[in-house]
């Protein structure tokens, strides 16, 4: 972290514009606000998402601020009884301690989304306990894993998933305490439910608590507009007298001197924050592309790829160009790819583009520099013959251009 005075209190609970329709905090602005309130170090937990975890620690470093890759990811737990109705999933908070984590991380995150069952994305407490190794644990506040079961009288079962999560944690489980007062100053109902609790059974059981703020929105000015959003996601009405979502004015980036009149009677709540950071030492770094090997020779499997594409072709279009003239805008264009080390990166867009047409999952015809490109026509990636429109194929790929191109690719909705 950056040397500046002690700090009292770090962001441990945060969510970006990534957490889709839910988040208002821009990357940028949340680090400019760990700027001017002087933090060393913050977390990003979006909902369910890595998205801007790159970003997130590129910005942050930038600026010498230490950034913590973290998760707010939703867990379902198992029916307590044959026949009960399966419960909502709801979150735990998941902090990457080290490389290990962020990749147990990324694993967690894939498992969110490849499940068949059409539910809302989530992941097990199995998996969660399978992928522990190099994250911390935070409990999820009064809507997290134990709070959602002591608000509905099931004090037992909450005890006992936090018993869970102790074993597969250890030391890197912290009881998560939250206070979002409401415009009167009085506690919000599920805080007030749970925080007796947690607090008695954090003690009972040898447990750390740890402070968080769940921002939402930079400033508390901002509550009407984030409201709208909610409402936005939700398919809801601000004015509606039926239930729907809603934070607070408080659910915005609170300053350490809020947070620690907050929590004037639980000052080791804030000193967890602090020491969270200080076990937190891993940050996303930037690195080429890396793609898994689609043959043994990528050189030579391009070469017939291409040639055989391109017969295959010229036995049933119209010739714009003579048959020779098309073989050598083939043999300069596959020069270049293999010059720039592209030939796996074709073949891969190719086979995914060949097994959605196999698969009669409509694939547009190209669009973009892409389509200048004889190579990918041949491949089948487009079906736009460059000669016939006189495209430049140096638009799409040249020497001059170090990054990998881009092909436009358009999928149909369904079966997507």
């Known amino acids: 972290m950056r040397a500046m005075s002690k700090p009292r209190f770090i962001h441990l609970r945060t969510h970006s514009e990534f957490s889709l329709l839910e988040g208002a905090l821009p990357l940028k602005q949340l680090i400019k606000l760990c700027e001017q309130q002087q933090m060393p170090a913050v977390a990003l937990t979006d909902t369910n998402n890595l998205f801007a975890a790159l970003e997130f620690s590129t910005l942050a470093a930038g600026a010498g601020i230490q950034p913590i890759i973290g998760c707010q990811i939703d867990v379902m737990l198992p029916v307590a009884q044959p026949g009960d109705k399966p419960r ?3 979150a735990l908070v998941l902090l990457a301690q080290s490389e290990a984590g962020y990749m147990n ?7 969110l989304y490849m499940r068949d069952s059409g539910n809302v994305p989530h992941v097990t407490m199995q998996e969660v306990t399978a992928h522990a190794a190099g994250l911390i644990c935070l409990t999820g506040g009064p809507d997290g894993l ?13 005890e006992t998933v936090l018993q869970q999560l102790r074993h597969a944690f250890d ?14 100053g009085t506690a919000q109902d599920s805080e007030a439910a749970t925080e007796r609790w947690f607090v008695e059974t954090a003690y009972a059981q040898a447990l750390p608590l740890v402070a968080t703020n769940d921002v939402y929105f930079p ?6 507009a984030h409201d709208a959003l909610l409402c936005i996601r939700d398919g809801a009405y601000v004015d509606q007298a039926e239930p729907r979502r ?6 915005h980036f609170k300053t350490e001197a809020e947070m620690a009149t907050l929590f004037a009677d639980l000052p080791e709540a804030l000193e967890n924050t602090v020491e969270i950071a200080r076990r937190c030492a891993f940050r996303a770094r930037k690195r080429a592309p890396i793609l898994p090997r689609f043959a043994e020779d990528e050189v030579q499997e391009l070469r017939r790829q291409a040639r055989a594409g391109l017969a295959a072709r010229l036995a049933v279009i119209p010739h714009a160009a003579t048959e020779e003239e098309y073989r050598q805008r083939l043999d300069f264009e596959l020069g270049i790819i293999e010059q720039m080390g592209f030939p796996g990166y074709f073949l891969i867009v190719a086979d995914f583009i060949k097994w959605a047409k196999d698969h009669d999952i ?32 140096e638009r799409f790929l040249n020497p001059e251009r170090v990054s990998m191109p881009d092909f436009d690719i358009d999928f149909c909705m369904d079966r997507r």
């Not at 991380?105 to 498992?111: A, E, G, P």
């Not at 400033?219 to 009407?224: G, Q, T, V, W």
């Not at 809603?246 to 659910?251: F, N």
Request: charged share 20%.
């Open 105 to 111: 991380l990324m694993k967690l995150n894939s498992c």
């Open 171 to 184: 030391d890197r489980l912290y009881v998560e305490l939250q206070r979002h007062p409401t415009e009167d």
């Open 219 to 224: 400033a508390a000015e901002m509550y009407e």
């Open 88 to 90: 909502t999933p709801a």
């Open 246 to 251: 809603r934070v607070t004015q408080a659910h």
């Open 146 to 158: 134990c709070g959602r079961l002591v608000r509905d009288g099931q004090a037992a079962r909450a």
């Open 362 to 393: 409509p694939v547009g015809p190209g669009r973009g520099s892409g389509a200048g490109s004889l190579v990918a026509y041949a491949l089948t990636i487009t079906d736009l013959d460059p000669l016939r429109y006189s495209l430049l194929f």
